[in-house]
C-alpha cells in the first residue's frame, strides 16, 4: 500500500463528487463504507488497482492509499478525480435555485477520472432501461467476468472490471443472462476493441473527444454526455436523452414538466457550464411528483443514446 495526502484548493464534498461513480448500492467496483470512505477498483493503463479516499476536512486534505501495480497511476489522477482542474470561475447562476445549490454544495466539482473505458461501459449498459436493471446487469458482469481488487477491499469483495479483452470476450449468452440485449452487448464488444482509441480521448479537445466517442455505433448524445462528465470534466456535458433530467430539472425550474428542447432552452444562459448548473438544480431534490403507482420505465429515451 502506498498513500499520499492531496491538499485541495478548496473543502472536497467527496459524497457529492464521487457520487456519480456508483453504479447502484451493491455496485462491485464503487462502494462508501460506513466512515465516509470511498473504495475505488479500477483498471489503469498500469493494471489493475484500488483507491481509497478519505476527506480531511479539518486539513482542507484528501488522504488517498492505493494497491496494486495501478497504485501509482491512481494516486497521480486524484486531483484531477477531485476536479481540482475544474474552472467555474466564469460560471454565472441565473436562476435562485441554481445560486441556492451552488451555495449548498461548495465541496463540488466536475471529476476527470480520465479512465474513458470505464465510464463508457457501464454508460451503454444503461442505455433504455432502468437505473436498477442497468446496475444489476452491471454487477453480475463485473463478479463474473472482473477480478478481486488489489489489497484489503478484495477481500471483502470489492471487484476491478474486465479489461477490453474481457469485455470483448464475454459469451453471448452471458451478456442474455445479465439482462443486456445484443444490441447493448455488441457496442460494449465494438467499444472495446477501439479501447486504445478511446482512452486517446483524455488527450483531446471536449469538441473532438465527444465526437470520438459518438463515432461508435450505438453511443449517442446521452452516453457521450455520460462518459465526458466523469472520465473527462467536461461542465459542459448535458444528459439530454435521459426520461429523467429533463422532466425534473424543468420542473425544478418552472414548475412544469418539459422536454429535451425545453431543457436546452432553459440551460442556454449557462452554456460552457450546462452540466454544472444541472447539477447544482439536482442538489435541491426536487423532482416530478409521483401519480399513481410506480410504474417500470426506460431510464432515457429510446432515440438518442
Same mark, same amino acid.
Given at each position: ?53 478519505q ?25 484531477? @478525480?477531485? *476536479?481540482? #482542474?475544474?474552472?467555474? /470561475?466564469?460560471? =454565472? +447562476? $441565473?436562476?435562485? &435555485? ?5 451555495? !449548498? ?6 471529476p ?26 452491471f ?15 478484495g ?10 479483452r ?20 455488441a ?28 463515432? @461508435?455505433? *450505438?453511443? #449517442?448524445?446521452?452516453? /457521450?454526455?455520460? =462518459? +465526458? $462528465?466523469?472520465? &473527462? ?5 448535458? !444528459? ?66
Open positions: 500500500m502506498t498513500e499520499r495526502v492531496v491538499t485541495a484548493r478548496s473543502a472536497v464534498d467527496l459524497d457529492a463528487v464521487l457520487g456519480p461513480f456508483l453504479r447502484g448500492a451493491g455496485d462491485p467496483s464503487t462502494r462508501r463504507d460506513a466512515s465516509a470512505r470511498w473504495w475505488l477498483a479500477r483498471r489503469t493503463p498500469d493494471g489493475p488497482g484500488t483507491l481509497a479516499l476527506a480531511r476536512p479539518a486539513e482542507g486534505a484528501v488522504l488517498a492509499q492505493a494497491w496494486g501495480p495501478g497504485a501509482g497511476w491512481l494516486l497521480d489522477s486524484v486531483p484531477d @478525480l477531485l *476536479g481540482e #482542474g475544474d474552472d467555474d /470561475a466564469t460560471f =454565472v +447562476a $441565473h436562476h435562485d &435555485l441554481v445560486a441556492r445549490g451552488r451555495a !449548498s454544495h461548495p465541496g463540488w466539482r466536475v476527470r477520472s480520465r479512465l474513458v473505458l470505464e465510464a463508457l461501459v457501464p454508460a451503454i449498459i444503461e442505455q433504455r432501461v432502468t437505473g436498477r436493471e442497468a446496475f444489476a446487469s454487477r453480475m458482469l463485473v463478479r463474473q467476468f472482473g477480478e478481486p481488487a488489489p489489497g484489503p477491499a477481500e471483502d469483495h470489492l471487484m476491478v472490471g474486465p479489461d477490453p474481457g469485455w470483448a470476450h464475454i459469451p453471448s449468452w452471458a451478456w442474455l443472462k445479465a439482462g443486456v440485449e445484443r444490441q447493448r452487448s457496442t460494449v464488444v465494438a467499444a472495446a476493441g477501439r479501447a486504445g482509441r478511446i482512452e486517446e480521448c483524455v488527450d483531446l479537445s471536449l469538441e473532438a473527444a465527444t465526437a470520438r466517442l459518438m463515432a @461508435l455505433p *450505438g453511443v #449517442g448524445v446521452w452516453t /457521450a454526455a455520460e =462518459v +465526458a $462528465h466523469r472520465a &473527462l470534466g467536461d461542465a459542459d456535458a448535458v !444528459s439530454f436523452g435521459d426520461y429523467h433530467v429533463a422532466r425534473n430539472t424543468t420542473y425544478a425550474l418552472t414548475g412544469e414538466v418539459g422536454d429535451d428542447a425545453a431543457l436546452a432552452a432553459l440551460l442556454e444562459p449557462y452554456a460552457g457550464h450546462r452540466y454544472r448548473a444541472q447539477r447544482y438544480i439536482a442538489f435541491s431534490g426536487i423532482t416530478v411528483p409521483r401519480r399513481g403507482p410506480r410504474r417500470s420505465l426506460p431510464t432515457h429515451l429510446p432515440t438518442r443514446w
